[in-house]
Structure formats: structure tokens, C-alpha cells
């Protein structure tokens, strides 16, 4: 009788069952270190304070906004949250890249979009975390938005939408980085471009230059769409720019992290 035993076949990749293994690797890592989560979360909170405690006066007698100054600036804060995100993104992809985790993912029987994909779940899911506490607070400090169910939802969604894209980008920016340090400085100019839209001031107030170029970035009609639906103030063809800027950065960043990702493994 042959002792011939038939070979095991090695385990296939399953993209969902993989993308699933490795959301649930970084949540756990983000629950094991939250410091550079909730380091990242308190920057659009210190803001929202210093501007309505301490610049919300002068700001709202320029602007015209009167008392209700919170109210015009918290959609801009909601977006600020969201690219602040954007660091601790960039810096735990680039983190795996370099301390030789993600080489060994990619020895594994394991789908490599999978490792970008729960990447970017997980930062989604953390980033709307900090998007609701930040709404709470803002709540607590006198934020009253007009907005109903319907107008609330499709605030959320949106605000989903650009999280999606602004991650897909931070996460291509942490893959071309070489070091943890470079990932959090190469992701400034995105977190930082909400200031230099209609975040904090109306752009028709802002100098030519400057203006021509707030009002032709994508962040400043996603604002005013966000605003627009949560304040009731006119959106005009703003939700069609703010969600085709969505889509787009999306694709972009989607295309761009794969490419670089798959291009290093070789």
C-alpha cells in the first residue's frame, strides 16, 4: 500500500475575510496606543475654542454673523477634523511600511489590497469618531444647527464621502514616505488647506489672490455644503462641486496608494 499522503494546498487569499482581519488588527492597535488618535482629535477642538471664546467676537462684528458665530464656523472645524486625521493616517501606514510588518503581511497567504483596505476602514471609522465628539462639544458650547433627519444625514454622508478621499490620500502619502516623521509633515499642506477656505470667513472677505484661490479649492464648497444643510444657508451648485471633489480625490487616492504600495512589493 502506498504511503503517498496528497499535498495541503495552501490557503487562498479572501480580500473580505483578510480586509476584515486586518480592520480588526488596527482598531485594536489604535485602542492599545491612542495617543497619537487623540492627539490628532485636539487640534480641531483647541480651534473651535480659541475661535469662539477668544477671536468669536471680533471675527462675528466682521463677518456680521453676531452672537451666533459658532454656528458659521463648526462645519469648517468638522472638516479640520477630518484632515487633522490625516496625520496619524500617514504616519501608521509609513510606520508598518518601515518597522517590517506589512513585508511580513506580504509572505502571508494574505490579499494585498486587503492590508490598504482595512487601513483605510479603520481611519474612517476613527475619524467619524472624532467628528461626533467634536459635534458634542460643539453642542455643548452652543452650537444650535436648524438642520432635520434628512439634512443631518446627508451632512454625515458627505462628511463620510471626503473622509474616504482625504484617507485614500493620506494613506498614498505614508506609502511614499520614508520615515514616520516625513509622513507627518508631507500631510500638512492637506490639513492645513480648510484655513484658506470659507472655514473661518466668508472668502469675498479675503484678498483677490487669495480669495480666486479659496473659492476654486475643494474644501471650500464641501463647507458650504456642510453649512448649507446644517445652518440652512443657500448651497447653489456646491453639493454637485463638493461631492464630484470627493469622488475624484477618492479615485485618485486610491489609484495612487495601490500603485505605490504594489510597485514596493515588487
Known amino acids: 500500500m502506498s504511503n503517498f499522503t496528497a499535498p495541503v494546498p495552501a490557503a487562498t487569499p479572501a480580500p473580505l475575510r483578510d480586509a476584515a482581519t486586518m480592520l480588526r488588527r488596527n482598531l485594536r492597535?489604535?485602542?492599545?496606543?491612542?495617543?497619537?488618535?487623540?492627539?490628532?482629535?485636539?487640534?480641531?477642538?483647541?480651534?473651535?475654542?480659541?475661535?469662539?471664546?477668544?477671536?468669536?467676537?471680533?471675527?462675528?462684528?466682521?463677518i456680521g454673523t453676531g452672537a451666533a458665530y459658532i454656528n458659521y464656523l463648526v462645519p469648517g472645524i468638522l472638516l479640520m477634523t477630518v484632515t487633522a486625521a490625516s496625520t496619524s493616517t500617514a504616519v501608521s501606514v509609513c510606520t508598518d511600511l518601515t518597522e517590517g510588518i506589512v513585508a511580513r503581511f506580504r509572505t502571508m497567504a494574505i490579499s494585498r489590497p486587503s492590508i490598504l483596505v482595512g487601513r483605510v476602514i479603520s481611519s474612517v471609522l476613527q475619524t467619524l469618531v472624532s467628528v461626533g465628539l467634536v459635534i458634542g462639544i460643539a453642542l455643548l458650547m452652543g452650537f444650535r444647527p436648524s438642520a432635520g433627519l434628512t439634512e443631518w444625514i446627508a451632512a454625515l454622508g458627505l462628511i463620510t464621502l471626503l473622509t474616504f478621499a482625504v484617507t485614500w490620500l493620506a494613506v498614498a502619502l505614508g506609502t511614499v514616505s520614508k520615515t514616520p516623521e516625513g509622513a507627518s509633515n508631507i500631510v500638512l499642506?492637506?490639513?492645513?488647506?480648510?484655513?484658506?477656505?470659507?472655514?473661518?470667513?466668508?472668502?469675498?472677505?479675503?484678498?483677490?489672490?487669495?480669495?480666486?484661490?479659496?473659492?476654486?479649492?475643494?474644501?471650500?464648497?464641501?463647507?458650504?455644503?456642510?453649512?448649507?444643510?446644517?445652518?440652512?444657508?443657500?448651497?447653489?451648485?456646491?453639493?454637485?462641486?463638493?461631492?464630484?471633489?470627493?469622488?475624484?480625490?477618492?479615485?485618485?487616492?486610491?489609484?495612487?496608494?495601490?500603485?505605490?504600495?504594489?510597485r514596493q512589493a515588487g
Open 29 to 62: 492597535h489604535a485602542l492599545r496606543y491612542p495617543g497619537l488618535s487623540l492627539g490628532t482629535m485636539a487640534v480641531p477642538v483647541i480651534f473651535l475654542l480659541l475661535f469662539v471664546y477668544v477671536l468669536g467676537r471680533p471675527l462675528a462684528a466682521g
Open 189 to 262: 499642506p492637506l490639513a492645513f488647506l480648510p484655513f484658506i477656505g470659507s472655514a473661518f470667513v466668508p472668502t469675498d472677505s479675503m484678498p483677490t489672490v487669495v480669495r480666486v484661490f479659496a473659492e476654486h479649492q475643494p474644501f471650500t464648497p464641501i463647507i458650504e455644503t456642510v453649512r448649507g444643510l446644517l445652518m440652512g444657508t443657500p448651497i447653489g451648485d456646491n453639493g454637485i462641486v463638493a461631492v464630484a471633489w470627493c469622488l475624484g480625490l477618492t479615485v485618485a487616492g486610491y489609484f495612487w496608494a495601490t500603485r505605490v504600495f504594489n
